[in-house]
């Protein structure tokens, strides 16, 4: 199917880890990609081709995949990863229709 | 420094139209892929509409046959233009750059325009 889906929330401790899934059939052949976007600003990406950081991202901030499954792991949780998490594939044909997952709102308790 | 700029956001009536546009700069525009995303009040993103380096355009079923992509290089520039508007795309709308000459991901993004769509 066309879709990722992200669980609508996680609670997490700070200094406790967080895990952030998502699933779909295109992740089975595409690459994920995940951004973090806080209220009123635009989204950043975290993490691309399931596990890479780009440059300037924490190193708490890790991706994982397995079979139709990614998960972005933030290690040791901080007040400022408080925001909604997105993953993003491509559709099964390579590029096209470009999908995005419901999001994953990451509240810090 | 790559920037993207929206402009063009406005309030209009249901069947009405509007151009949306997206200044950018900090790169070789023409070598990269652009995209348009939206992300309704409240909602998630959800992926517009793409053009490669080459001019090749791609639309979300939701917007076929009313939205229509393009880009100036010689200007910088990305525009969205949406016609037979409809509430359910009252949005920020938000420019994004691909990495490549192709969208498969997004690098940078705007800060995003509003576009609300009601009577």
């Known amino acids: 199917s066309f879709e990722l889906t992200q669980p609508p929330s996680v609670s997490v401790s700070p200094g406790q880890p967080a895990r952030i899934t998502c699933s779909g059939d295109a992740l089975a052949k595409q690459y994920a990609y995940w951004y973090q976007q806080k209220p009123g600003q635009a989204p950043v990406l975290m993490i691309s081709?399931?596990?890479e950081r780009p440059s300037g991202i924490p190193e708490r901030f890790s991706g994982s995949s397995s079979g139709t499954t990614v998960t972005l792991t933030i290690s040791g949780v901080q007040a400022e990863d408080e925001a909604d998490y997105y993953c993003q594939s491509a559709g099964s044909s390579g590029t096209y229709p470009v999908l995005f997952g419901g999001g994953t709102k990451v509240t810090v308790l | 420094e790559v920037q993207l700029l929206e402009s063009g956001g406005d309030l209009v009536q249901p069947g009405g139209s509007l151009r949306l546009s997206c200044a950018a700069s900090g790169f070789t525009f023409s070598s990269y892929a652009m995209s348009w995303v939206r992300q309704a009040p409240g909602k998630g993103l959800e992926w517009v509409s793409a053009?490669?380096?080459?001019?090749?355009?791609h639309y979300a079923d939701s917007v076929k046959g009313r939205f229509t992509i393009s880009r100036d290089n010689s200007k910088n520039t990305l525009f969205l233009q949406m016609n037979s508007l409809r509430a359910e795309d009252t949005a920020v709308y938000y420019c994004?750059?691909?990495?490549?000459?192709?969208?498969?991901?997004?690098?940078?993004w705007g800060q995003g325009t509003l576009v609300t769509v009601s009577s």
């Open positions: 994004a750059k691909a990495p490549y000459t192709a969208i498969v991901f997004f690098d940078y």
């Open positions: 081709k399931d596990s």
């Open positions: 053009i490669s380096g080459g001019g090749t355009t």
